[in-house]
């Protein structure tokens, strides 16, 4: 069974900074590929960022060039670094993992395995 754990959420004012992390446990973490999302009250899921196995990385349109993502194998860990927030960044942020395949995913029910969420919250 994969779990994952996230943490590293909070609150922070526009323009700072916050790293998440999360953890995998239960498979060959070399052998995932890792996404984050995020979700506010009322809407859907979206897409934020994900890493495949080789360590390549896509985003979403709105994160691309403050957001990075990536991955240390060595500790089963998957990154989300958030640069230059912004209010509308507020949202739980789930991390989320599928098995290798070296596609590009960024639809939810292509994730199998979810964490539990952590809030990150950017006041004006």
């Known amino acids: 069974q994969v779990q994952l754990v996230e943490s590293g959420g909070g609150l922070v004012q526009a323009g700072e900074s916050l790293r998440l992390s999360c953890v995998v446990s239960g498979r060959t973490f070399s052998s995932i590929e890792m996404g984050w999302f995020r979700q506010t009250p009322g809407k859907e899921r979206e897409f934020v960022g994900a890493?495949?196995?080789?360590?390549?990385?896509y985003y979403a349109d709105s994160v691309k060039g403050r957001f990075t993502v990536s991955r240390d194998n060595a500790k089963n860990t998957v990154y989300l670094r958030m640069n230059s927030l912004k209010p509308e960044d507020t949202a739980v942020y789930y991390c989320a993992a599928r098995g290798r395949d070296g596609y590009t995913a960024t639809l939810r029910t292509e994730y199998g395995y979810w964490g539990q969420g952590t809030q990150v919250t950017v006041s004006s």
């Open positions: 890493i495949k196995w080789d360590g390549s990385t």
